[in-house]
């Protein structure tokens, strides 16, 4: 029997209560005056031009270089880096850093610097920062941690929030022009082990996050990023979770949320119309646990758990990554568009990408103004390249569109799988699981012990050519449609399976049913069907497949033990069946070919156009029919 239909998690923003948790009404900030502050500095009448040599301080990084990080030269936005920029050391606002000193004030004062400054450089030194509330930063702010350096939270709600609480800002024109990097921001959640976030963003744009070790978070996660665009998040290390609510009802959690801002996902700043996130970058992070006493790791690295309906993040990149240990998925996806995950590394995940989308007539089928539409949705142009998925748990690969009716159905659209390479999988999950998508490629793919290489159901319009499928415990391809409402619709169509190679298969190396319209042509197939004898076969077309070819393939049989049955069997249920060209082996019979409409031979036109098939008989002489 084939694995029950994943159930995703409830589509849900947070627990209830959560937000008031995550932040407390804000004091009235302490007051400093610049020109003491400068004079502290000794920078009394002096200024830093943006880019100077002090502004370099930290290796690597320009001074607010925020879109040139985000973008190559010809697509960096139009905001400038121009202007005088004072570096504040937090040292000089009375911070301590012997880790029993509260040095809130100190580095909130320092931060509040850039309210007046056009650009502010805010640098940390080595030691550890008791910090007893929120850090604020603001527009045209570098916050900058030194190497030894660290954040030791002791209070109940996150690390960092760009803005002031309840501040209403409209589109990305919220706090943005940011960089934070550095320093470890210590969780501390044996101490206070409230919910939190670590850092929470919204309305912004430009802003970088980088070089950055965040240390277990309770129940939220990591990054909480809500209609955001030009974000950096790189060389970064979110280490450490707990889900602390009843019966564990955040066990889907991700380090980094990329989000619409809603009041349910984030109500800390406003306005609540359901803006996306777009054109963000996450690369070069490590995903994983902390080993802290009761943590685990987190349970997804990237993505997001809602959506609103007509609105889609958007132009999401996940490049150069390690997600290690991911309870729930590496990456998960939820109605994304224009995504792309790219040579990362997953390493002994629950799964490896998830993509999600919503049902109809759920929470996230909602418009911005909490209008139900009553219709599923589903994200678009994704591709899947380079990665190496290693030890995976259940699926590598999972991606759901979703119906309504036969007449009412969202598909996911235009997903590329290619060049990755998939070792050690599951022993009883498929390797790929896709189901309600239109216009896929997989190409050039190496699966190795594997389950299954793929599963499809109602899938059109789908490549799969110059894959390596090397032992795989059932089937390397497989297709089916196993819900009795949409059998037989014309919902799975158009799907081309060629120049694949398999090498061990415990069951049929290529499964065609339920399948209109399909070309398997030109796959080698040696040893299929080795979990039982003489029972399954190289290539199999059943159960209501039609108007399709089976041409050019090479079927060996296995040398010794088990072998399979036929290395080609088209069944009497099926219809409109060519097969061709092939060179199989089998235990009973190379090919069997049954039904009337189904044939084992090649199309040929008399001089009048007449088309005949053209097929041979058991002695070797042609046999021509007409049709």
């Not at 030890?391 to 159905?409: D, Q, R």
Request: hydrophobic share 35%.
């Amino acid at each position: 029997m084939l694995e029950k239909e994943i159930r995703e998690p409830r589509e849900e923003r947070g627990i209830p209560g959560k937000q008031a948790r995550l932040e407390k009404p804000e004091k009235q900030e302490a007051k400093i005056s610049r020109r003491k502050v400068l004079t502290s500095l000794g920078m009394s009448g002096l200024a830093f031009v943006a880019g100077s040599s002090m502004l370099r301080a930290v290796p690597g990084v320009s001074a607010m270089s925020v879109t040139g990080d985000v973008y190559e030269q010809a697509d960096k936005p139009s905001v400038s880096a121009r202007g005088t920029c004072p570096v504040l050391n937090v040292r000089d606002f009375g911070a301590v850093g012997d880790g029993e000193t509260d040095d809130t004030a100190a580095i909130q004062n320092a931060l509040n610097e850039a309210q007046h400054n056009h650009y502010t450089h805010v640098v940390v030194p080595r030691g550890t920062y008791k910090v007893t509330d929120t850090l604020r930063i603001y527009r045209h702010t570098r916050f900058s941690m030194e190497q030894g350096a660290t954040l030791l939270r002791c209070h109940d709600y996150s690390f960092m929030v760009n803005g002031k609480l309840n501040a209403s800002f409209q589109g990305y024109e919220g706090h943005g022009d940011i960089i934070i990097e550095g320093g470890v921001w210590e969780g501390n959640i044996l101490q206070y082990p409230d919910d939190f976030n670590g850092f929470g963003l919204a309305r912004g744009r430009n802003i970088i996050i980088r070089n950055v070790e965040l240390r277990d978070v309770v129940s939220a996660h990591g990054v909480d990023m809500n209609a955001c665009e030009n974000v950096l998040i790189e060389n970064c290390r979110f280490l450490g979770y707990r889900d602390d609510t009843p019966n564990q009802t955040r066990n889907y959690a991700e380090a980094i949320q990329i989000a619409n801002h809603t009041k349910e996902g984030f109500s800390l700043i406003g306005v609540f119309d359901g803006t996306p996130c777009r054109n963000i970058t996450i690369r070069n992070c490590y995903f994983g646990a902390s080993g802290t006493p009761g943590t685990q790791a987190w349970p997804a690295g990237v993505g997001n758990h809602y959506a609103v309906h007509n609105l889609y993040n958007s132009n999401i990149k996940i490049y150069g990554n390690t997600f290690e240990g991911m309870t729930f998925a590496g990456v998960r996806s939820f109605k994304y568009t224009e995504l792309f995950v790219t040579d990362n590394l997953f390493l002994n995940c629950n799964r490896g990408i998830m993509l999600s989308n919503p049902q109809a007539n759920t929470e996230s089928s909602k418009d911005a103004d909490g209008v139900q539409s009553g219709l599923p949705q589903s994200g678009r142009n994704i591709v899947i390249s380079g990665n190496v998925f290693k030890g995976t748990l259940s699926e590598n690969i999972y991606g759901a569109g979703w119906p309504k009716t036969n007449a009412v159905y969202a598909k996911m659209e235009s997903v590329i799988i290619s060049g990755n390479l998939f070792e050690e999988g599951s022993i009883s999950h498929n390797c790929i699981t896709l189901r309600w998508t239109h216009n896929v490629t997989v190409a050039n793919n190496l699966f190795r012990n594997q389950y299954r290489g793929m599963l499809l159901s109602y899938v059109s319009e789908v490549s799969i050519s110059g894959n390596r499928f090397l032992d795989m415990k059932t089937e390397a391809v497989y297709t089916e449609e196993p819900d009795a409402d949409y059998q037989d619709k014309g919902h799975t169509s158009g799907i081309y399976v060629g120049y694949n190679q398999i090498r061990r298969c415990g069951r049929t190396g290529i499964f065609i049913q339920s399948m209109d319209g399909f070309r398997v042509e030109g796959n080698t197939i040696s040893s299929p069907a080795t979990e039982t004898d003489n029972t399954r076969s190289g290539i199999l077309v059943a159960n209501k497949a039609k108007n399709g070819k089976v041409a050019g393939n090479t079927v060996s049989k296995a040398p010794s033990g088990n072998q399979n049955q036929y290395g080609i069997n088209v069944t009497g249920t099926t219809s409109n069946v060519q097969v061709a060209d092939n060179c199989a082996e089998g235990k009973t019979a190379a090919v069997l070919v049954q039904g009337s409409s189904n044939f084992d031979g090649i199309y040929v036109h008399a001089p009048n156009g007449t088309r005949y098939k053209m097929t041979i008989g058991n002695n070797g002489a042609p046999v021509f029919t007409q049709g």
